[in-house]
T-cell receptor, first 111, second 110 residues
């Protein structure tokens, strides 16, 4: 089975801090995604990547950046964390659109 | 822009009380509709993919159906372990992005 691992389940950071969320998948998938999930809003796409060193903006990229230096790892970076970035962050990967696999999520609280 | 609306937001059922969840969508050229289950504090888990109107898929007490405008997830004789949030998503473009609804949270009481 594909495994998508997010490095932290819970994080608490201070406003203004630079925050790194890490995601690793073990099935050689080309496509990786970062979503945030908020009550009543569902999952919203932040950034995605189709290949190493490639990135595309999703629907809500403001305040975020990403890095994909290796195929298996896709990092989400909050350049200067703000309280409105408190959320559940979900990473997903797929070899085709028919097989999205999600990580367990990182619940980030910015205080 | 693809749009997905799920209803109701929340559903409370008695064990054994069958019901249906709705997913209405607007997409230019549906390439697939997906149902996921999400337990509290966890990532979504894949349930079904539907590709064309009239298609049906079943798994245990769950059955998903698809029309040209909406999909239904039917839960037959639910058990407490079916309690979860059920997410609907559509794929309408030439890339691999999915657009998700806000989900329906189902609570099944024993």
């Amino acid at each position: 089975d594909v495994k998508v691992t997010q490095s932290s389940r819970y994080l608490v950071k201070r406003t203004g801090e630079k925050v790194f969320l890490e995601c690793v998948q073990d099935m050689d998938h080309e496509n990786m995604f970062w979503y945030r999930q908020d009550p009543g809003l569902g999952l919203r796409l932040i950034y995605f990547s189709y290949d190493v060193k490639m990135k595309e903006k999703g629907d809500i990229p403001e305040g975020y950046s990403v890095s994909r230096e290796k195929k298996e790892r896709f990092s989400l970076i909050l350049e200067s964390a703000s309280t409105n970035q408190t959320s559940m962050y979900l990473c997903a990967s797929t070899g085709t659109v028919y097989g999205y696999t999600f990580g367990s999520g990182t619940r980030l609280t910015v205080v | 822009e693809d749009q997905v609306t799920q209803s109701p937001e929340a559903l409370r059922l008695q064990e054994g009380e069958s019901s249906s969840l709705n997913c209405s969508y607007t997409v230019s050229g549906l390439r697939g509709l997906f149902w996921y289950r999400q337990d509290p504090g966890k990532g979504p888990e894949f349930l079904f993919t539907l590709y064309s109107a009239g298609e049906e898929k079943e798994k245990e007490r769950l059955k998903a159906t698809l029309t040209k405008k909406e999909s239904f997830l039917h839960i037959t004789a639910p058990k407490p372990e079916d309690s979860a949030t059920y997410l609907c998503a559509v794929h309408g473009g030439g890339d691999y992005k999915l657009s998700f609804g806000a989900g329906t949270t189902v609570t099944v009481r024993a």
